[in-house]
């Protein structure tokens, strides 16, 4: 992997993390928080429980102050960013922003979990474009080419929850998926497959807006 390529050393909780079935989950809440007190500036344990809450953050499962305990610390050992709380107001807020500065390894590590917790997030916004477990080999030739996701079948299946080989078998059984999505069209590929790709690349890119 590539943070690893860059000598960043991540802790045996992180590493962990990020070969367990909900790597994605837990990135989520790791960014969710993060970007939650970079909007807020600060925010009690109360106030952030209803905004994870309302957000959906974890399936409906409440943010705890030890729940929040081991985030700040795993934040912490993974971007480097400091939440504390103030002991007066019972605020908690980011001490150093600055971290993520643009060329950081920080920023950089920051920025890509960013993007993978959108591309997971955002199949669940187009799934009324689903036809079968198949579509999910569209989301990934989407990924790969629109998102500068790593081409490697195996590696998408585990991290978006498809069964082991259905994406190889699918390109196997649709041949004009191993081109770029933006030359699928001319090799014949059917409306609700182009209609998928569409859905997906916009959903994504919205989300990246907010």
Known sequence: MRFLQKCVILP???LII???MKQAQIIHQYIWLINTLKAHR???LDELKSKWRDDEVADGN???RSTLTRHRRAIFDMFGIIIEADASTY??????ANVLTNGSIEQWLYSTLSVHGVLVESVDVVREFFWGDSSMAVIFGVCRDCFKYADNMSKFEHEFGCTEGLISNTFRNNPYMRMTV????????????LRLVEAYKNA???RMKA
């Open 12 to 14: 045996a909780e992180i």
């Open 18 to 20: 990020f070969a367990g």
């Open 42 to 44: 600060a925010l009690t």
């Open 62 to 64: 409440p943010l705890n």
């Open 91 to 96: 605020k908690y807020s980011i001490r150093n």
């Open 182 to 193: 933006g030359k699928w069209g001319q090799q014949g590929a059917k409306q609700r497959v």
């Open 204 to 206: 994504v890119e919205e």
